[in-house]
């Protein structure tokens, strides 16, 4: 514990005050990177500029009080990220390296078949939730200090590999030596067992954010320290990997001290400003469609649904290119842009995601965006006197989250808006860190899958870690 306490105060030494809390042997690294990456040929300011006409027009069109999906997917004047004026003059670039990939066998290859055809080791672990879920994680062993990571809502461990070797976090971070650790959260299609219930039953599909951080996380990371013996573990987490540990720190403060540093590609917990338009049109009605939809039977959030199709149609319009980029419906999402967008590489995201979540995800994330406030579920005025005591669910004590927190964002990043992560950095108990991606195009998704990961995020985020 001497160690470990010598080392958090080494760190918070070279951090300095708000506004400029970033170790400062990073600040000129970053300086030298921002410039040569962000100079991306054409559309990029129409990219960003459509982005955010699409998302004030998809919320506007919310407060229509009937036929909204009827309306939405018939017009032909609303705005698209893809059409002639932006994609003209790439389209045959576009669709040229999109089909350059398509015989990409790591489209179709197991995650641990993935990390094996890479020359590392790779082994399967599971844990069982206190409330059953079985739960199964994949490490990349090595001698150096434990980091956990974990994806994000639709995603799964493969998100951290399936950018190749020269952009995946895992494979990065095993070259560090790091003794690298890939969770995988309850519904995901890693993790679709229990002990009594199966997928088939409502009630294994009766949870949210909040139980993978209130079971789930503390499951694995109490597995993976008794495993290698350590004491603590580095946690990296991407979008709703952020939310469930927030979640995690605020109910269950116990597991902030098993915590060295808890770095969050693109926070999610506040959401009042995001720009998703499936957000914005889904959550002013998120309630309500969920209550219909679970009464149908249907409690998995599926990739290819009505809805999805007409936000397809409004943000992407049609052709090659749009059946290309807006294929998945995690970078539909999302969110998606040209700049940092490996498009040969689309085939084997195609073939890894959507990984599966729960109805209630969804729902829960919908709440936050009304509220503007980080909130435990919200069941209606009498459960939620029932479960909680008061018509109204509380909201997190983030000020409980003791762990070092390390914020990164950027300022086209359709979920994690920068004003909301200023909220977040605002209310945290012990936010040591807070750092903007020098890239005005770069995305949500980029935090995981950018063309220039490794000098854009990585080459930071190991200084950090070695920091600590």
Same mark, same amino acid.
């Given at each position: 514990? =001497? ?10 030494? =070279? ?20 410039? @040569? ?123 951290? *590999? ?17 003794? *690298? ?65 927030f979640v995690m720190g605020s109910e269950r403060p116990e597991y902030n001290e098993k915590i060295d540093l808890m770095v969050a590609l693109s926070p999610v917990a506040f959401m009042s400003h995001a720009k998703s338009p499936f957000v914005r049109l889904t959550a002013p009605v998120g309630d309500i469609v969920g209550v219909i939809l679970q009464g149908f039977g249907l409690h998995e959030f599926l990739p290819d649904s009505n809805i999805l199709r007409i936000i397809k149609r409004i943000m992407c319009g049609t052709g090659p290119i749009a059946e290309i980029i807006c294929y998945n419906s995690l970078l539909l999402t999302s969110g998606f842009g040209f700049a940092e967008l490996n498009v040969t590489n689309l085939p084997v995201i195609h073939g890894h995601t959507p990984s599966g979540a729960s109805l209630k995800q969804v729902v829960h994330y919908g709440q936050g965006f009304n509220s503007g406030d980080f909130k435990q579920y919200d069941y209606g005025r ?22 070092? *927190?390390?914020? =990164? ?21 012990? @936010? *040591?860190?807070?750092?903007? =991606? ?31």
């Amino acid at each position: 514990m =001497v160690c470990v306490t010598q080392l958090y105060v080494l760190a918070m030494a =070279v951090i300095s005050c708000r506004g400029q809390s970033i170790l400062l042997p990073l600040v000129e690294s970053t300086r030298q990177v921002a410039g @040569a990456v962000i100079t991306q040929p054409l559309f990029q300011a129409l990219a960003q500029g459509a982005g955010e006409l699409i998302a004030n027009t998809v919320y506007d069109a919310t407060r229509l009080p009937v036929a909204i999906a009827h309306v939405l997917g018939v017009s032909e004047n609303l705005p698209v990220l893809i059409n002639n004026n932006n994609v003209a003059d790439r389209t045959d670039k576009i669709l040229a390296e999109y089909q350059s990939g398509l015989n990409n066998e790591d489209a179709k290859l197991s995650i641990d078949k993935l990390i094996k055809k890479y020359g590392y080791p790779v082994e399967k672990h599971e844990t069982v939730t206190e409330d059953g879920y079985v739960l199964q994680m994949f490490r990349i062993p090595g001698k150096g200090s434990v980091v956990f990571l974990m994806h994000g809502l639709l995603g799964s461990a493969d998100d951290f *590999v399936i950018a190749g070797l020269e952009s995946g976090l895992a494979y990065l971070l095993a070259e560090e030596g790091y003794d *690298v650790w890939m969770g995988n959260a309850r519904g995901n299609k890693h993790s679709r067992r229990h002990v009594e219930l199966e997928p088939s039953d409502a009630g294994f599909w009766d949870f949210s954010w909040h139980e993978i951080g209130c079971f789930d996380l503390p499951a694995m990371i109490d597995y993976v320290l008794n495993s290698t013996s350590a004491k603590t573990l580095k946690y990296i987490g991407h979008s709703q990997g952020t939310t469930s540990f927030f979640v995690m720190g605020s109910e269950r403060p116990e597991y902030n001290e098993k915590i060295d540093l808890m770095v969050a590609l693109s926070p999610v917990a506040f959401m009042s400003h995001a720009k998703s338009p499936f957000v914005r049109l889904t959550a002013p009605v998120g309630d309500i469609v969920g209550v219909i939809l679970q009464g149908f039977g249907l409690h998995e959030f599926l990739p290819d649904s009505n809805i999805l199709r007409i936000i397809k149609r409004i943000m992407c319009g049609t052709g090659p290119i749009a059946e290309i980029i807006c294929y998945n419906s995690l970078l539909l999402t999302s969110g998606f842009g040209f700049a940092e967008l490996n498009v040969t590489n689309l085939p084997v995201i195609h073939g890894h995601t959507p990984s599966g979540a729960s109805l209630k995800q969804v729902v829960h994330y919908g709440q936050g965006f009304n509220s503007g406030d980080f909130k435990q579920y919200d069941y209606g005025r009498l459960k939620n006197l029932r479960i909680y005591g008061n018509e109204v669910p509380p909201a997190y004590a983030l000020e409980k989250v003791t762990a070092p *927190v390390s914020l =990164v964002y950027s300022a086209d990043d359709w979920m994690a808006h920068p004003d909301d992560v200023d909220a977040l950095y605002q209310r945290l108990g012990n @936010a *040591v860190d807070i750092h903007k =991606v020098p890239h005005p195009q770069f995305n949500h998704i980029d935090f995981i899958w950018a063309k220039h990961f490794k000098i854009l995020i990585f080459d930071r985020l190991r200084r950090l870690l070695t920091a600590f």
